[in-house]
């Protein structure tokens, strides 16, 4: 293993016990909190995705996220609803029905995308369902970058990425709260940390050459 990806995988592991210490509200005195955790777990999402686009056709680059994501998705929102159904007096305040554990497996994968637009077509209605639990709320940003990332890597050809990703990310200062754009605004708040991610990598392909 390198260097680079060693340091890469304890940011990994830092993000995440930065979060896991957050919900069980042993953070307290820490300089870094959950917050933190998750922008810093982005921004390495955001350097990977730099090279995981390379040398790869857009059909190879959505099937690599699928695969990568979705079924570990769909096992642990099962567990997570087993564990709701079962022990419900655990945490009463967090459990959640049928409607948001189909939500989370069905609508999630797509990023909201597919329901926020077939769903009202179909029933005149939105659809609104909440996560199994609501540590999910950042799997919906990340795969909306994935998706915004594929459509402007792969269909709209564009150059420096992480300077439109940044612009993008400007108007979660407007408080927009479209369903198709973000939700709780949070996929347009997060999209600087992509893109310093990228902007990162970039950096580092260059100074190499």
Not at 73 to 87: D, K, M, S, V, Y
Not at 102 to 116: A, E, K, Q, R, V
Not at 129 to 150: C, K, N, P, Q, T
Not at 167 to 180: E, K, R, T, V
Request: charged share 15%; hydrophobic share 45%; proline share 3%.
């Amino acid at each position: 293993m390198s260097e680079r990806n060693l340091g890469i995988d304890l940011l990994r592991v830092l993000s995440i016990a930065l979060v896991i210490l957050n919900h069980y509200d042993l953070s307290k005195g820490f300089l870094l909190g959950g917050t933190h955790g998750v922008a810093i777990f982005f921004m390495v999402s955001g350097y990977c995705m730099y090279y995981s686009t390379h040398n790869r056709t857009g059909t190879e680059f959505l099937k690599a996220r699928f695969w990568r994501l979705i079924p570990t998705l769909i096992i642990c929102a099962t567990i997570t609803q087993a564990i709701e159904w079962t022990l419900p007096y655990v945490q009463p305040d967090r459990t959640q029905g049928l409607k948001a554990y189909i939500g989370t497996i069905f609508c999630l994968p797509s990023g909201n995308l597919i329901c926020d637009t077939l769903w009202p077509i179909i029933t005149r209605r939105q659809f609104h369902y909440s996560w199994v639990d609501g540590a999910y709320w950042s799997l919906l940003v990340e795969i909306r970058f994935y998706i915004l990332l594929w459509l402007m890597y792969y269909i709209l050809k564009t150059k420096k990425i992480a300077i439109y990703l940044s612009i993008i990310g400007l108007f979660a200062s407007f408080n927009l709260d479209i369903p198709l754009i973000s939700k709780s605004q949070d996929f347009l708040i997060y999209l600087g940390f992509f893109a310093f991610g990228m902007a990162y990598k970039a950096f580092e392909n260059k100074e190499r050459h």
